[in-house]
């Protein structure tokens, strides 16, 4: 079972992750982009972190709901309402739990997922975040039906999101600032699709 | 990096502040969430029209703030796009019972954060209409991509929009200009230098001394192509015909024409940009009826400059004429 | 060197015909000699005023053409002054027999120029009084130099001009508003980067990347000190002690303040560094009564800043309050 | 005697001379001014050498003349009115001569110097032109009551503005637009005293 203070840990971890890999982020964002992603994501889960601290929530879905509605007010750019709805919806599917099962999890990021395709539309392949959360959420369900548990249902997803990370490099971008780019845009590695490998790495830590 | 500025966190705020401290009367601040209203808001039996985006592009879209065009902007930190409870908040100090127009330029983020408001927006009862611009002929479109960029023609649209709802026209009337802007409007813009985000501290891309950047956004966006420096005849030549050629205008068709600084370029250079693209207009039959020389959308202190080049017929060149007051735009009041 | 026009010895002219083809019906250009002047001039019975110096300001001067400012500008190459010939066509052009003010900026080459111009004219039986601004407090005043630089003031007295000129105000009167602006107001400039004469070729000076120079002229001349890099309050708050000391401003006094850009600084900054004098202002009980935060008299693509600070009881504030319609500065028209 | 012919191969050496030193004149200009004396004085003989070319003059005061006009017209800045008013002075005390005798070269300098003083009201130490110009004239005074010719009398007016021109350096500058730097205009030529050394060196080199 993943705990509240499991789930807390993790969001937690994620603003020390994103103040460590801030500037590598924005210098990915800034090869085919506008040079922000690290600093939006660095802001927006230092907030998320401080407003768990300062009203601690009761549950698994008030935790999501938190980082969710602060992700929203204060990434901003695609990565907010993209990382924000993801959030939203896993916290809809978690409603009044204070543990998640291995069923549980693959739920929540099925939903999360799912959120995340209908803001922002983009495709496999379009060079984006949905290139490292669809590998990831396919080791994850893979994973469960092979009977996994949690610990090692995220380390596979970390596993499928890095190989989906880097395949994004020489992808042509169709979606995003990267989409202007048209051709230059080979060569890169996605900022988006980095900052969810690293999201997914952070789970695997801190949930076993 | 050298800045006239305090810290790089402070930079939206402080500027804010020095916006509502210079026009006072015209327009106030709102912080957390940030967006600027003008001072008289909400007007009742008035459409609201608001726009937003990342801070950097100064005067749009706060400067456009006032009578007759922009009812309230939404600033996002700088090349960020603003976020949905900032548009929501908006919303509701200039919602006057007619609806409120949100005028967005095409990119991710900000399509997906207003689409987030206005979700929040109509489940609170507020009509909104949202429009978005995608002049940048720059960037090639197709069904597979993001599309084009917005850019220059969203001034012109602000403008019109603004002259609309300020009459009293309908939303619906005033979303339909904000179309008719829309399909009209063609931009490109070129550097000469980068710019610098200030919380990043260093140029977003580097450019050799003999080099230019054809095609760039307006967030140091890397552009279309990279080549050798031309002269000011040669580049607008280039630039016109691309955007000439995509409406396409007619031999006939009258025009609002701007030709924008990006924020470094001195005035002196633009008037000679200015001075060759109305002779192509000339040498091609189109006539430049009303005109726009200056800094209005911008990339902080970016060297460089684009052409926006939109058809209008009498009814919109009424709206253009009609009274604005604002810090950035100001005529007939 | 990177810039956006054709060649260096067609930058006036070009911009020029520019400024003509984008303000049709505002102002026509004359060339050999070179000036700009309004559309509709001579107006018989009203005082014509005349500025003019080296191009590469803009929009000061030919930008301030137009119903209730200039009359006529007299543009020379950049950062050189204009000729005596320019002065007297300029002065006949617009001389609708009530005489002719001569706003002149103290740099040599002015006063010099513009006094051979009065001399031809006064010849001719035109009245002249010429009015010389030397406002920049950088500059050490003493009976053995050439006195203080003429800066941001210029703009204030132009306008303030302008409106007495348009409404009818004697020669005498108007040269009197041009007098009491000059009492009033004082400036200070500084540079975080050089400027680029287009016929030289390369900067005029060279700063480190953490250097700023302090009291600089409009010319790319070095400045009073050249000092480390320092926080917008940092400066705002020695130039402003520099600007207030002088005159000096007292408490309760009202004030018309300018911060303006150099060329190359973003919007964005100048809001910043208004926000800095305000609250100055504010804790030495002077009331901002009017405020300009823009690109007015610049330095090419020079980054950098000045402010200006004119005292100005309620008639200077209504003559900065009338309608006014140029390329530069336009309200109520 | 000096002919017309001397004196108009004078003003179009200057053409040459100017064209030659655009570049020293203007660096010297960029330390302590602006950076384009040379380039005005450079424009400004160009055209008199084409006004000359194209009306050619009658006689010394006619050429004279038309090198003023063109001067006032074409330079601009402060060498302009300066210039110009010497030519302009030059040519009324040269009314309707075709040849000078060396007591009226004397005079012509005279009242040229005169002229350039009262337009500029500068002094000697200024660190101006006229710190130039005072010597040369002296030294022709002194080189005339000695019996001296009109070669003679030039080449010592060059010696004395060269001179004068070199001990501008220590001075603090107190009029043009050197003097808006005070004591940063220390060890720095003065351009407008170094056109006008090149301007006697000229007389010296054709006059003979
Ligand atoms: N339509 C989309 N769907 C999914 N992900 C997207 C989409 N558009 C952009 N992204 C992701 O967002 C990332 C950029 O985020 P960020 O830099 O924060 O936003 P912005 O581009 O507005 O500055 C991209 O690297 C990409 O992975
Ligand atoms: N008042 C003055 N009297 C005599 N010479 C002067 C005076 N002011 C300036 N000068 C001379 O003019 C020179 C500068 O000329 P120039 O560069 O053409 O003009 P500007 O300073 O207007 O650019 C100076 O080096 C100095 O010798
Ligand atoms: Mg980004
Ligand atoms: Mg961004
Ligand atoms: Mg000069
Ligand atoms: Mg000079």
């Given amino acids: 079972m993943l705990t509240l203070d499991q789930v807390l840990a993790w969001l937690n971890a994620l603003d020390d992750v994103y103040a460590r890999n801030k500037a590598r982020l924005t210098d990915l964002d800034s090869a085919i982009g506008d040079a922000d992603h690290g600093i939006n994501l660095a802001r927006g889960f230092s907030a998320v972190a401080a407003a768990l601290a300062q009203q601690p929530p009761e549950d698994i879905a008030a935790a999501l709901k938190t980082a969710s509605l602060t992700l929203i007010r204060t990434v901003g750019g695609a990565a907010g309402p993209l990382y924000g709805t993801f959030f939203l919806r896993a916290s809809t599917v978690s409603a009044g739990k204070t543990a998640l099962s291995a069923a549980d999890v693959v739920a929540v990021i099925e939903a999360g997922v799912g959120g995340l395709l209908q803001r922002g539309k983009a495709e496999r392949e379009d060079k984006t975040m949905v290139d490292a959360w669809l590998p990831a959420l396919e080791a994850i369900q893979k994973a469960h039906a092979e009977g996994a548990s949690i610990a090692e249902m995220m380390r596979q997803a970390t596993a499928a999101a890095e190989a989906g990370m880097r395949a994004t490099i020489p992808l042509i971008a169709r979606k995003g600032r990267a989409s202007y780019l048209g051709e230059r845009s080979i060569g890169h590695q996605d900022p988006g699709a980095t900052s969810t490998y690293l999201m997914l790495q952070a789970a695997a830590d801190t949930w076993n | ?333």
């Fill in chain 2, 1 to 333: 990096m050298k800045k006239l500025i305090n810290k790089p966190e402070d930079v939206v705020r402080e500027s804010l502040l020095g916006m509502a401290a210079a026009h006072e009367g015209l327009m106030k601040v709102h912080f957390d969430p940030h967006f600027v209203v003008r001072a008289d808001a909400p007007l009742q039996g008035k459409v609201g029209i608001i726009s937003g985006g990342g801070s950097g592009h100064e005067p749009m879209h706060a400067g456009f703030v006032g009578r007759g065009m922009l009812d309230a902007a939404c600033p996002g930190d700088i090349f960020t796009s603003p976020t949905p409870d900032q548009m929501e908040a908006a919303s509701k100090a200039v919602n006057g019972g007619a609806g409120v127009l949100h005028i967005v330029k095409n990119y991710t983020g900000d399509v997906m954060n207003f689409d987030m408001a206005a979700e929040i927006c109509q489940a609170e009862g507020i009509d909104v209409e949202a429009v978005i611009v995608d002049d940048d002929v720059a960037v090639k479109d197709s069904l597979y991509t993001t599309g084009r960029r917005g850019v220059g023609t969203t001034v012109l649209m602000e403008k019109i929009c603004g002259a609309a709802a300020e009459r009293g026209d309908s939303l619906a009337k005033v979303a339909g200009y904000a179309k008719a802007c829309r399909e009209a409007g063609r931009s490109m813009g070129m550097a000469l230098t980068s710019c610098t985000v200030p919380s990043v501290g260093r140029p977003t891309f580097e450019l050799g001394v003999d080099e230019i950047e054809v095609g760039i956004g307006i967030h140091g966006e890397p552009g279309r192509e990279r080549m050798k420096m031309k002269s000011a005849r040669e580049i607008v030549a280039a630039m016109a015909e691309a955007v000439i050629e995509d409406l396409p205008f007619q031999r006939g068709d009258q025009s609002i024409v701007m030709v924008n600084g990006m924020g470094g370029s001195p005035l002196i250079e633009l008037y000679i940009l200015f001075n060759e693209l109305a002779e192509i207009a000339r040498n091609r039959g189109i006539t430049i009826a009303r005109t726009l020389v200056g800094n209005y959308i911008t990339s902080l202190e970016m060297q460089g400059f684009s052409i926006t080049m939109m058809k209008a017929d009498e009814d919109m060149l009424a709206l253009w004429d009609a009274p604005v007051l604002t810090a950035g735009l100001r005529w007939g009041a």
